[in-house]
């Protein structure tokens, strides 16, 4: 079956740091997410994104993030200068359609912010 | 805040038991979506539930829909340990492309 990847599973980096989280979402699918879980905490929507532009966004999502599908496979989240409070699962999830269609998720990247 | 509530936030049952969770929500939605979070790993979907629904089954699952309470119930029956896990509904809402989880209820199933 068809899966959605996340690259790398575990990120390390230091605040102000600039980190890109990779997502390889599944190939016939059109919508793409990102969302975001401070461990074992809830899961926080963090920006929706389709036909090459972001559709929604939460206010988690501000300035220091941006997402990207440089090519036909990947979907990226770039956070330019890292803080502590970054420090968290990140998931990306993909679609068929929007509406009535389940979200297909990765297994995360955990991103650990020093 | 859009986010919805599951109740309990945690439940231990024994094996063989059926466990019971609840989600409400406080906007009108396309749809009620249950998800499973095992430790550390990903969401898995586990079933869908259209705003002109109001139960739906999927092997031991049974999820029910009331649009007027906006609120949601997932039952596990005949739980087995590999049941243990994070259980989270999701609400996909009727205007936004987005889709808000619950808070989620952690299930512990004791063999």
């Known amino acids: 079956e068809p899966e959605v990847t996340q690259t790398p599973s575990h990120q390390v980096t230091q605040m102000g740091q600039e980190v890109i989280l990779r997502c390889v979402p599944i190939?016939?699918?059109?919508?793409f997410y990102w969302y975001r879980q401070i461990l074992g905490q809830k899961v926080e929507f963090l920006v929706s994104f389709y036909n090459n532009e972001i559709s929604e966004k939460s206010e988690i999502f501000d300035d220091q993030f941006s997402v990207e599908r440089p090519d036909g496979s990947n979907f990226t989240l770039k956070i330019r200068s890292t803080k502590l409070e970054d420090s968290a699962m990140y998931f990306c999830?993909?679609?068929?359609?929007?509406?009535?269609?389940?979200?297909?998720f990765g297994n995360g990247t955990r991103l650990t912010v020093t | 805040s859009q986010q919805g509530e599951e109740d309990p936030q945690a439940l231990s049952i024994q094996e063989g038991e059926n466990a019971t969770m609840n989600c409400s929500y406080k906007t009108s939605i396309n749809n009620l979506q249950w998800y499973r979070q095992n430790s550390g790993r990903g969401l898995v979907h586990l079933i869908l539930?259209?705003?002109?629904?109001r139960e739906k089954h999927s092997g031991r699952l049974r999820v029910t829909l009331d649009t007027s309470k906006k609120s949601s119930s997932l039952l596990i029956t005949a739980s087995r340990a590999a049941d243990t896990a994070s259980y989270f509904c999701a609400q996909d809402m009727n205007r936004d492309d987005k889709i808000i989880f619950g808070n989620g209820t952690r299930v512990h199933i004791l063999p």
């Open positions: 539930i259209r705003s002109n629904e």
């Open positions: 190939s016939n699918h059109l919508y």
């Open positions: 999830a993909s679609s068929e359609v929007q509406g009535n269609s389940p979200l297909h």
